[in-house]
Nanobody, 121 residues
Framework: QVQLVESGGGLVQPGGSLRLSCTGPTSIFRSHEMHWYRQAPGKQRELVASITSGGTENYADSVKGRFTILRDNPRRMMYLQMNNLASEDTAVYYC???????????????WGQGTQVTVSS
């Protein structure tokens, strides 16, 4: 198993923007649904955005209109463009990729190491 590799986190002021990146094996970008999760201190992990292998996107209500998930399969890259950031977006953000079988059982799942996003003035 090759772990996904994330980058792009950092410190940003409220209202600012940040783009997170994730890369992994070719096989993942051919077949897996990919996701961005986040976990803030003292809170449960939250699904932020997802994108299917065919490019269909879904977003948590809290980020709709502000965040955009994108995958570039030939370049083996997946991104989360985050705009109009607020303090509530502060969290460790994780790249995730999963593949389910015909009964929705998990066949493969990989995670990145996490990248810290801090929104503060």
């Amino acid at each position: 198993q090759v772990q996904l590799v994330e980058s792009g986190g950092g410190l940003v002021q409220p209202g600012g923007s940040l783009r997170l990146s994730c890369t992994g094996p070719t096989s993942i970008f051919r077949s897996h649904e990919m996701h961005w999760y986040r976990q803030a201190p003292g809170k449960q992990r939250e699904l932020v955005a997802s994108i299917t292998s065919g490019g269909t996107e879904n977003y948590a209500d809290s980020v709709k209109g502000r965040f955009t998930i994108l995958r570039d399969n030939p370049r083996r890259m997946m991104y989360l463009q985050m705009n109009n950031l607020a303090s509530e977006d502060t969290a460790v953000y994780y790249c995730n990729a999963g593949f389910r079988g015909p009964r929705l059982e998990t066949i493969d799942e990989q995670w990145g190491q996490g990248t810290q996003v801090t929104v503060s003035s």
